[in-house]
C-alpha cells in the first residue's frame, strides 16, 4: 500500500484480470444500488432509457389542444378544426466519473493472502461508492450549474455566500434565508476552482485558481473555508466568483475539466420559472411568451413568512390548476418539516404518515409523502408530480473497461488504475405541473 507522489490518495495495484471479476462479482452491484438510489426521491423516480438517443435525450412535448370544439345549433355549421400543438425537447446526459488505484507491489505481495488484499480493496471501492452517491445526492437538489457557491473575501480563509442570483433563487434578498448555510456543499478536502460570475459564455480557458478546502466553519452567518495555495498558477480570482468542484488541480485544467454546467440537471433548475444559469432548461427557452407551460410556478414573497396550511393549500391546488395534476411528493429541509409538523400538532392533526421500506416514517400532505433530505436547500417546499419526472439514462454505474480490462497501468508508474462511471441526467416532461413554494421561514 503506498500513496503515489501526486498525492491523489491510496493506491493498490493488479493486471491481472482475475481482479476485473471481483471488482465486477463482488463489489459493482453493492456500488451501483448506493449510486443509483442515494436519497427518496431518487429512488421514487423512474429511470428511463428509452428516450436516449446517442448522447442525448430526445422527445417531442404536447403543448397545445385542439380549441376547434364548439356545440351548435341543428342546422348550424361544424365548428373549424383546431391544431395540436407540440414543441421537442433535445439535452444531453451528463457524466460522473470517480477513480480509485492499485499499485503493483500490493498486489504482488497479496498473492498468497488473498483475504487481506480483498480487505484493502473493498474499504477504497465502498468508499467511492459513497463519494459518488454523495455527488449525485447533491445534484439531485441543485440546477445543473454545478456551482455550490460564491467566493466574497478572496483570501486563505475565504468567506462564502449563497447564490444571489435570479436564476438561482427566487427571494429578492439574502435576508430571506437566514438559515442557509452557505458551506452546505463544500468539505475538507475537496478540489474546487473559481468561475467568474461575470464572463459571458465561458470558454474552456476561463478558469481561475484551482485550490483544495483543508478547513469549513459552518458557523450561520459567517461561513468561511480555508483552501491551500494553489497548484494550478490559473488567472486572477476574486470577489463574486463561483466555487465548483474541479477533478484535478493539473497546471493544464482548463474549465472542461470542473463540473461547470455539466453537473446531473436537478430539482432546483426544473422546478423554476426561468431558465437555469447558465443556458435553457432541456433546450427550450422559458422567458419566450409562447413558452409559459415550460415553466413550474413558484410562489413566493418580498420576506420570509411563516409556514402556515393555508400556504401549503394554495401551493398543492395552484399545481391542479395550473398542470392539471396532483402533487405526489413534497420536496424539503428538515427544518421546514419540522415547521409542518408543528402545524400539524396545534391543528390536532398528527395523522398523516407514510411508511417506507426499512420502516421508516414520513409526514404525509393530501396523500402525498413529505420528503425530508439533509441535501434540500432551505426555506423552500418543492411540490413535485413525480410521473412527470425522469432520470435519462444512458449508462448505470460500471467500470470503464471498453479496451477489454478494467484495470489501466498509469503511465511511468507500477501501478494501476479503475474508473467508475455513469452516464444520466433528471429531466421532466412538463414543467408546469411543479410548483415551488419559496420564501418560507425555518425558524419556529
Not at 376547434?68 to 395540436?84: E, F, K, M, T
Not at 495555495?229 to 493544464?252: E, K, R, Y
Not at 402545524?343 to 393530501?366: F, M, P, Q, S
Amino acid at each position: 500500500m503506498s500513496i503515489e507522489e501526486s498525492g491523489h490518495g491510496v493506491e493498490f495495484a493488479s493486471g491481472d484480470a482475475f481482479y476485473d471479476h471481483i471488482l465486477n462479482d463482488l463489489f459493482l452491484p453493492a456500488v451501483a444500488d448506493t449510486v443509483i438510489t442515494p436519497n427518496t426521491l431518487l429512488e421514487r423516480l423512474p429511470r428511463d432509457r428509452e428516450r436516449v438517443e446517442g448522447k442525448n435525450v430526445v422527445f417531442p412535448i404536447h403543448i397545445g389542444r385542439n380549441i376547434g370544439v364548439n356545440a351548435i345549433a341543428a342546422g348550424g355549421d361544424l365548428p373549424d378544426p383546431g391544431q395540436q400543438d407540440y414543441d421537442n425537447y433535445s439535452f444531453p446526459v451528463r457524466h460522473v466519473y470517480g477513480r480509485v488505484k492499485f499499485d503493483g507491489i500490493t498486489a504482488d505481495a497479496s498473492k498468497t493472502q488473498m483475504a487481506a488484499w480483498l480487505k484493502a480493496i473493498e474499504s477504497e471501492v465502498r468508499g467511492l461508492g459513497i463519494d459518488m452517491s454523495r455527488y449525485k445526492q447533491r445534484s439531485c437538489h441543485l440546477d445543473g450549474s454545478g456551482i455550490l457557491g460564491e467566493t466574497e473575501t478572496w483570501a486563505g480563509a475565504l468567506t462564502i455566500v449563497p447564490l444571489q442570483l435570479a436564476s438561482h433563487w427566487p427571494e429578492s434578498t439574502l435576508a430571506q434565508c437566514p438559515e442557509l448555510n452557505a458551506a452546505k456543499y463544500l468539505r475538507v478536502g475537496m478540489r474546487i476552482a473559481f468561475v467568474s460570475s461575470t464572463a459571458v459564455g465561458q470558454s474552456v480557458g476561463d478558469l481561475g485558481d484551482i485550490r483544495t478546502i483543508t478547513a469549513v466553519d459552518r458557523t450561520l452567518g459567517s461561513e468561511t473555508i480555508t483552501i491551500a495555495s494553489s497548484t494550478h498558477g490559473g488567472g486572477a480570482t476574486g470577489n463574486d466568483w463561483f466555487i465548483v468542484p474541479i477533478s484535478n488541480n493539473d497546471a493544464g485544467a482548463v474549465i472542461g475539466d470542473s463540473a461547470y454546467n455539466v453537473d446531473p440537471m436537478g430539482i432546483m433548475g426544473i422546478v423554476d420559472d426561468g431558465n437555469p444559469n447558465p443556458g435553457n432548461l432541456q433546450n427550450i427557452d422559458a422567458t419566450v411568451a409562447a413558452n409559459e407551460w415550460h415553466r413550474a410556478t413558484v410562489q413566493t414573497a418580498a420576506a420570509d413568512r411563516a409556514l402556515t396550511l393555508a400556504l401549503m393549500d394554495e401551493a398543492f391546488t395552484t399545481a391542479m390548476e395550473t398542470g392539471d395534476a396532483a402533487p405526489t411528493a413534497l420536496m424539503t429541509s428538515f427544518g421546514i418539516t419540522r415547521r409542518y409538523a408543528a402545524l400539524l400538532l396545534a391543528d390536532r392533526r398528527y395523522v398523516g404518515t407514510t411508511e417506507y421500506d426499512g420502516g421508516y416514517k414520513a409526514l404525509d400532505y393530501n396523500g402525498a409523502p413529505v420528503i425530508a433530505d439533509r441535501d434540500s436547500l432551505n426555506n423552500r417546499i418543492y411540490f413535485l408530480h413525480e410521473p412527470d419526472l425522469r432520470i435519462y439514462v444512458l449508462s448505470d454505474p460500471q467500470w470503464m473497461n471498453k479496451d477489454g480490462s478494467i484495470y489501466h497501468r498509469i503511465e511511468n508508474k507500477d501501478a494501476y488504475q479503475a474508473t467508475l462511471y455513469c452516464r444520466e441526467t433528471m429531466g421532466t416532461d412538463v414543467r408546469d405541473k411543479h410548483v415551488l413554494l419559496a420564501a418560507i421561514s425555518e425558524v419556529l
